[in-house]
């Protein structure tokens, strides 16, 4: 069992930053990691995803050059840059741990096994 535990979220206004860690008592250098996140009366969406040495990112087009996906296996904590933060990217957000093979760094949500229980981002206009 892997626990994961998101932090850094909070209250900004548009255009600010924020950076999230999920982090975990664990190694977590066995799994590919995910953020997702999940608006009021909406499905939960993939945002960014890192493989186990860090070498392969994959971001959803919504977030891409705004966002950054990053680890330090030697932590156990993975991280998410948030910059020019809009409106729209208010939502809880999820870090997720998926133990698949080296290389990946998948978007579904399906194929991820842990997940933390959020931190919820919220971004005024």
């Known amino acids: 069992q892997v626990q994961l535990v998101e932090s850094g979220g909070g209250l900004v206004q548009a255009g600010d930053s924020l950076k999230l860690s999920c982090s975990s008592r664990?190694?977590?250098?066995?799994?590919?990691l995910g953020w997702f996140r999940q608006a009021p009366g909406k499905e939960r969406e993939f945002v960014a995803a890192?493989?186990?040495?860090?070498?392969?990112?994959n971001y959803a087009d919504s977030v891409k050059g705004r966002f950054t996906i990053s680890r330090d296996n030697a932590r156990n904590t993975a991280y998410l840059q948030m910059n020019s933060l809009q409106p729209e990217d208010t939502a809880v957000y999820y870090c997720?741990?998926?133990?698949?093979?080296?290389?990946?760094?998948?978007?579904?949500?399906?194929?991820?096994?842990?997940w933390g229980q959020g931190t919820q981002v919220t971004v005024s206009s």
């Open positions: 664990r190694t977590l250098n066995r799994y590919s």
């Open positions: 997720a741990a998926d133990s698949v093979v080296m290389g990946y760094a998948r978007s579904e949500l399906s194929v991820y096994d842990y």
């Open positions: 890192i493989s186990r040495g860090g070498s392969v990112t």
